[in-house]
Structure formats: structure tokens, C-alpha cells
């Protein structure tokens, strides 16, 4: 098993080599299968747990060697992140609002993440990661990404305050504006900085932070050869 975090703009990857028999089935029909990885130590630890738990994810390429030293299958998945990355372009009809707070906004750009049919020049929503009757995100057969707060401070990032609190009078008369084409995760990423925050996906969850509160004096962002820099 090997696990790459990248980037906020990037989808956190989990690759997987077992043995052709230890797939269990067709590897070709592993495809867009969900993946969930725990690590633990077996004379410590009962089992899979949240202390343990590392990734979950979608798998987006599958392949295979079959010889006949080697009969191994090799599949890699993508976290949750390349749900949003692959829903381009957003619609900007369906853009939050100022008067929205983090969680409604969340709630709407999930809400129209998915494939768009746009062949009838207003994007018709074809299928979402949402449920399509659901006011409130619900998510459409995978785990519900829950949109949480890292703090440490004394003030921590209020998820129910108005998007508008944030800028200048001016600007909340405006529209949200997005690039053009831009992808459901830009669309979500330029809203967080709009507040000020810095946002990804870790796991299962849609973190939000500051820039304070994500690096400190005590623990600043480090370049340590062999760690995290190989070239």
C-alpha cells in the first residue's frame, strides 16, 4: 500500500498491489470501486478504527501482470477531491450567494456536483454526488463528507456565519465570481478564500482552517529531504 498526500488542489492517492488471487474477482471490474484503508499494529491495536484510519477513496485505474513469476494486481485510487475536479464546469447558475454561510454553500455545491448534460445550452443535471431530493447535501451512495473545522484558537471558524461578513459592502452587491470553466473544487476553493481559509479533503471530511491555525511558529511547514522532497 502506498499513499501520496498532494496538494489542497489535488486529489490524495492510495495505491494498491495484492496478488491475482487476493483480488478476488474480473480486476476490471474493480473500477470505481471504494476503497478504505486502516494501518495498524495487530499485537496493539483490535482492528480498523478511526485512530487508524488513513484513506478512502475511488478507485480510477486498475491494471494487471500476469507471468509466471509474477500474477499481481495493482489498482489506484483518487480521495474523494476527484469527484469535484471531474465536475467541469461548474454551472455559474447554480453559484452560492453572499448571504449563504460555509455549510449552505458546501451544501449547494455539492449539491450540483456530478455530470451535466450541457447539449441543451442550460446544464441539466444528469447525476449528482448528492441525492437529488435532498434540501441538505445528502450524499447519493457514497459516505457523507462532513465539512469541519481545524482550530486551536479561541475564536474558531463560525460555519453558520454569512459568506458577506467577510468582505466589503461593496462586493456583497456583486455576484461570486469564478473562473471560466472552472471545476466544482475551484468553484469551493475560491469561495474558502474569499474568507480567508485554506480548505481540502482529508479522508472522509471536508476540512476548513486559517492559515494560523493550519501552520504555527512551533510547527511550521518544513522541506525535509527524503521525507518529503525525494528530487
Not at 50 to 77: C, H, K, P, Q, Y
Request: hydrophobic share 35%.
Amino acid at each position: 500500500v502506498r499513499l501520496t498526500n498532494n496538494s489542497e488542489k489535488e486529489a490524495d492517492e492510495c495505491e494498491i498491489t495484492c496478488s491475482f488471487d487476493e483480488a478476488g474477482l474480473d480486476p476490471r471490474t474493480l473500477r470505481s470501486a471504494e476503497i478504505i484503508v486502516n494501518l495498524w499494529d495487530q499485537e496493539v491495536d483490535d482492528g480498523p478504527s478511526d485512530s487508524n484510519f488513513r484513506f478512502i477513496g475511488i478507485v480510477r485505474d486498475v491494471s494487471r501482470t500476469f507471468s509466471e513469476v509474477d500474477r499481481s494486481v495493482t489498482l489506484r485510487a483518487l480521495d474523494y477531491t476527484t469527484l469535484f475536479l471531474e465536475s467541469s464546469p461548474f454551472p455559474q447558475s447554480r453559484l452560492p450567494s453572499w448571504t449563504d454561510t460555509l455549510r449552505t454553500a458546501w451544501q449547494k455545491v455539492c449539491r450540483w456536483t456530478g455530470h451535466f448534460d450541457f447539449s441543451t445550452g442550460a446544464p441539466e443535471l444528469i447525476s449528482s454526488i448528492c441525492d437529488a431530493d435532498s434540501a441538505d447535501g445528502a450524499f447519493n451512495g457514497i459516505p457523507r463528507i462532513e465539512l469541519i473545522v481545524w482550530s486551536s484558537s479561541e475564536s474558531p471558524v463560525d460555519l453558520d456565519a454569512p459568506l458577506s461578513g467577510a468582505i466589503n459592502a461593496r462586493t456583497v452587491g456583486s455576484n461570486i465570481n469564478t473562473e471560466i470553466n472552472a471545476d466544482a473544487w475551484a468553484t469551493w476553493d475560491n469561495l474558502c478564500r474569499t474568507q480567508g481559509l485554506i480548505t481540502f479533503i482529508r479522508g472522509d471530511k471536508c476540512v476548513v482552517t486559517t492559515g494560523t491555525d493550519f501552520y504555527s511558529a512551533d510547527d511550521p511547514p518544513l522541506m525535509i529531504y527524503g521525507q518529503n522532497i525525494l528530487t
